[in-house]
């Protein structure tokens, strides 16, 4: 049997993938599939059966006019008839799906619609509530006041991937109805169980960690946790997947033999993926688990290439815009690798360490670098790509961790079940303890070394490119292991070399809303230096600025200037949130114990400077204005100001700008507004919204040329290249 005739499965993977990524980026770009193109695409899947030749090739058209296909009936029967829903208000039915979170001054829960008024309907969307700390749970049914509007179709910060392409707002009452609970909610119930009893058990850290590697949930994990799991390579530890999946069924395997335990540890993994909230990393394990069950029932050979390909093609059919999912491509990615290049390591890794002793110890040691390594060929790249970030240390540090997985998960799943015999629990969260301290132990010091990560962007892909494919010609060809090994090492160091060099021509910014006020961080070398214009907001401030780090790589904030002192209070720095060196702050603002190690006034508006460029404070009463001056542009921060002071700024100072950046109190005095557009000549026009409770204000009557409107916690960013020589210029 040939390989395009043994696995015809993973051909049609292979097409119907690219084809729905196509569809969905042409959708988010507002490009909508053509009924046309998907017609084509049916009728060249029709084709196959009538193809000869080579048929790998006609599987490969037959999956992309089959992925085109199923993407343009999706977009008619799914995206469309939502959409069309949007500016509807009124009552709206609904059920929850998970539980609140408080965010700022509103909340927020996931809901599945069940009618709209008299209409019944269903589909999934993002609830935004006038409380900021809603009590709601899974499987509620609400009835709210709300109006409907169309979600952010961005793949890296909207809810397109989840398959939601409506939120609503909460504008009315809202009345939650007698009964109990959905069944269905007891995964989600059991998975917040679990969590409170590792909290009564465990250290804040450890029981964060614990809840993640048993249940997927972060939402725990201190902003230093989410850093060193980042830095140290060890994310997949809080991701349900393979790793979880087959440490559950071997211990199943262990406890009562192939055939019985493949009977019990299949639905145990399914329950374990419910538990999970069936992510994509979860699905795909639990199918690639039951199809060798299922083959070994029937007494036929299992494929691992066809398993991979199963689950996708089944994640794909029930959410097509899934393939978005930065994890779903990660998981994927690594288990690939580990398909095609992990047997040929150890057999060469064998061959060469072959016998006993301390060649036994080497063997093993390189196999489970060896397994690190093939699942790090397909997952680097993306990573570059998607993140600007990737771990030095991973391999080293899974090493150390990687191997504590079973009897953590297996302590971790029997403490809720042994929690009311006390004694049986103490000696369980001890011998946890003792584990997970070691764990994160670990990451923290992994994390913390100089050389932990490395940053850059187009670099790092294409160097990384070409060391997936010398790995690749080495392990398909068997060659030498330390020829191969060599080869990599070189392209890693050249891929070092150029990350560094992007890192330092390129700067990044990035313009948040942090629950009604603007936060611009400006990023170049490593170096995040950070303003914040508008009321200061404390908690807002630290979740959306440890959110920017996050993004652009850094570990804290060298200086943060506050333009306001409408607000400031003292804030003790936690270890949840970003880390500020310096702050500085209007006089007499600033209090004794402020967040930051060091702390500076100001008394006018004055110049300063800032990683890539330079700024000017510009004095409008108890408040300031802000003009920046980057390499490539200009912006002008009117936030926290009244319309009539900015004007009176710009008409004494005559500043320009590229960006205009104002908030909503800005849509009650438009005249103002237009006559201070008129005067800075902005390119662009960026509008701070206080709250989702609020209707969004129209700045179009003041303003002709591009808005971009920001929800609380919405950015935007770009990035531009620096130019030697010359330094951002900003006038005050």
């Given at each position: 049997m040939d390989q395009a005739k043994g696995r015809r499965l993973c051909w049609v993977a292979a097409g119907a993938a690219p084809a729905l990524w196509l569809g969905a980026q042409l959708l988010i770009h507002g490009i909508l599939l053509p009924a046309a193109v998907a017609a084509a695409?049916?009728?060249?899947?029709?084709?196959?059966?009538?193809?000869?030749?080579?048929?790998?090739?006609?599987?490969?058209?037959a999956g992309c006019g089959a992925g085109l296909a199923l993407f343009g009936l999706y977009q008619t029967r799914v995206v469309e008839p939502q959409w069309r829903q949007a500016g509807w208000s009124g009552t709206l039915r609904c059920q929850t799906t998970g539980y609140a979170q408080g965010m700022g001054e509103y909340g927020q829960v996931e809901c599945r619609a069940l009618a709209l008024g008299e209409e019944e309907v269903s589909f999934s969307f993002r609830l935004y509530l006038t409380d900021a700390s809603p009590d709601l749970g899974p499987g509620q049914t609400l009835q709210v006041e709300a109006r409907l509007d169309r979600a952010p179709l961005d793949s890296l910060r909207g809810f397109s991937k989840q398959g939601q392409f409506l939120t609503a707002r909460q504008i009315g009452g809202l009345e939650v109805e007698t009964g109990s609970p959905a069944w269905w909610s007891w995964a989600p119930r059991t998975a917040r169980h679990m969590q409170e009893c590792f909290a009564r058990w465990l250290p804040q850290r450890q029981a964060a960690l614990l809840t993640g590697i048993t249940t997927g949930q972060k939402d725990a994990f201190t902003a230093q946790q989410r850093r060193d799991l980042n830095l140290s390579g060890t994310s997949h530890l809080t991701a349900v997947s393979g790793l979880h999946v087959s440490v559950l069924l071997s211990l199943c395997v262990l406890a009562l033999g192939k055939r019985g335990g493949l009977a019990l540890g299949v639905p145990l993994c399914l329950g374990f993926a419910w538990l999970s909230g069936f992510t994509p990393s979860a699905v795909r394990a639990v199918v690639m688990a039951c199809l060798p069950a299922g083959a070994m029932a029937l007494r036929r050979e299992s494929d691992s290439l066809t398993g991979l390909a199963a689950a996708l093609l089944v994640l794909l059919l029930w959410n097509p815009m899934s393939v978005l999912d930065?994890?779903?491509?990660?998981?994927?990615?690594?288990?690939?690798?580990?398909?095609?290049?992990?047997p040929p390591l150890q057999q060469a890794i064998g061959r060469r360490f072959a016998g006993g002793g301390w060649r036994r110890l080497c063997r093993g040691v390189l196999h489970s670098l060896a397994a690190s390594g093939a699942a790090l060929c397909f997952t680097l790249p993306l990573s570059a790509l998607v993140f600007s970030r990737v771990s030095l240390v991973s391999l080293l540090t899974n090493l150390l961790i990687v191997p504590l997985l079973p009897p953590i998960l297996a302590l971790g799943l029997a403490l809720p079940l042994v929690e009311w015999c006390r004694p049986l629990a103490v000696a369980v969260s001890g011998a946890l303890r003792l584990l997970l301290g070691w764990v994160d132990g670990v990451q923290h010091a992994s994390a913390q070394l100089p050389f932990a990560s490395a940053r850059g962007g187009a670099a790092f892909l294409l160097v990384f490119g070409l060391l997936a494919a010398g790995w690749a010609l080495f392990a398909l060809r068997r060659r030498s292991v330390g020829a191969g090994l060599g080869g990599m090492a070189l392209l890693a160091s050249l891929c070092l070399i150029l990350g560094a060099v992007e890192s330092s021509v390129m700067q990044t910014i990035h313009l948040v809303n942090c629950g009604g006020s603007?936060?611009?961080?400006?990023?170049?070398?490593?170096?995040?230096?950070?303003?914040?214009?508008?009321?200061?907001?404390?908690?807002?401030?630290?979740?959306?600025?440890?959110?920017?780090?996050?993004?652009?790589?850094?570990?804290?904030?060298?200086?943060?200037?506050?333009?306001?002192?409408?607000?400031?209070?003292?804030?003790?720095?936690?270890?949840?949130?970003?880390?500020?060196?310096?702050?500085?702050?209007?006089?007499?603002?600033?209090?004794?114990?402020?967040?930051?190690?060091?702390?500076?006034?100001?008394?006018?508006?004055?110049?300063?400077?800032?990683?890539?460029?330079?700024?000017?404070?510009?004095?409008?009463?108890?408040?300031?204005?802000?003009?920046?001056?980057?390499?490539?542009?200009?912006?002008?921060?009117?936030?926290?100001?009244?319309?009539?002071?900015?004007?009176?700024?710009?008409?004494?100072?005559?500043?320009?700008?590229?960006?205009?950046?104002?908030?909503?109190?800005?849509?009650?005095?438009?005249?103002?507004?237009a006559a201070v557009c008129q005067r800075v000549e902005p390119q662009l026009l960026v509008c701070i919204q206080p709250d989702y409770a609020e209707e969004e204000t129209s700045l179009g009557a003041a303003f002709q040329g591009p808005i971009a409107y920001l929800q609380p916690f919405d950015s935007l960013d770009w990035t531009m290249p620096r130019q030697w020589g010359q330094k951002g210029e900003a006038k005050g």
């Open positions: 695409g049916a009728f060249l899947a029709l084709l196959v059966p009538l193809a000869g030749g080579r048929r790998a090739i006609w599987l490969w058209l930065v994890g779903l491509q990660l998981s994927f990615g690594a288990t690939l690798g580990l398909i095609l290049f992990l603007a936060l611009l961080l400006a990023e170049q070398g490593g170096r995040v230096q950070a303003l914040c214009a508008g009321p200061w907001q404390g908690d807002a401030f630290y979740q959306t600025a440890q959110n920017a780090l996050d993004r652009l790589g850094g570990d804290r904030v060298e200086r943060l200037w506050l333009t306001t002192p409408q607000g400031i209070a003292p804030i003790d720095e936690t270890d949840h949130w970003a880390q500020v060196d310096t702050v500085a702050a209007p006089a007499g603002s600033v209090p004794g114990q402020m967040v930051g190690r060091r702390a500076m006034e100001y008394r006018a508006g004055g110049a300063f400077s800032f990683a890539g460029g330079q700024g000017v404070l510009l004095p409008g009463g108890e408040s300031y204005g802000a003009q920046l001056g980057f390499s490539r542009g200009r912006v002008l921060l009117g936030c926290g100001l009244e319309p009539a002071q900015l004007l009176a700024i710009v008409q004494q100072t005559g500043a320009r700008a590229d960006i205009l950046v104002v908030d909503a109190a800005y849509g009650e005095d438009l005249p103002r507004l």
